[in-house]
């Protein structure tokens, strides 16, 4: 054999020889790309069911909190009602003379019958004098404790959504 053809044989093993380990390193890291997709798809998976999971328990929280807010609110709703209810209802029986709004009046500490500090447990005052109010101003006052009772509704109606918004964190 010539040097040339040994050359050129030579050169002919070792082209073989790249394109052989070429070939090989091709399938084992083509094997390795493929189980490394497989894993990637695996994770992407068992992320986006986890992310599902957390939208449906938070929509489940926010679903639950509304309807306890609605309930809330219906509640707040019919106690405002009732007491508008109850006003007109005073109003009323203020303005046909069927009740009358009076006021206790202190007596003379020089006689020494003091109006007493707490009132009974009935709540009705025999002995003391007591004077009737005017129906405009009766009227008046029983608007200005109607505006509180309105507020003090409004007020824990507020503070109970506070507290339902604030558990939901």
């Keep these: 054999m010539t040097p040339a053809q040994k050359l050129a044989c030579l050169l002919l093993v070792v082209v073989i020889a790249c394109f052989s380990t070429w070939k090989v390193q091709d399938w084992r890291y083509g094997k390795q790309l493929a189980e490394q997709a497989s894993l990637h798809k695996d994770d992407l998976a068992a992320i986006s069911n986890a ?18 807010l609605q309930s809330l609110d219906e509640a707040h709703f019919k106690e405002f009602s009732d007491a508008q209810k109850n006003t007109a209802l005073l109003r009323d029986r203020l303005a046909t003379a069927d009740v009358r709004l009076s006021v206790l009046l202190a007596e003379d500490p020089a006689i020494g019958c003091n109006v007493p500090a707490a009132p009974d447990a009935v709540g009705v005052v025999h002995a003391a004098r007591r004077a009737q109010l005017d129906p405009a101003h009766a009227q008046r006052i029983i608007a200005i404790t109607d505006d509180g009772d309105n507020a003090v509704i409004a007020l824990r109606a507020c503070q109970a959504y506070a507290r339902g918004v604030s558990t939901l964190k």
Excluded: K, M, N, T
Aim: net charge neutral; glycine share 6%; hydrophobic share 45%.
């Design 51 to 68: 992310a599902a999971a957390q939208v449906l328990a938070e929509q489940d929280r926010r679903l639950g909190l509304e309807s306890r």
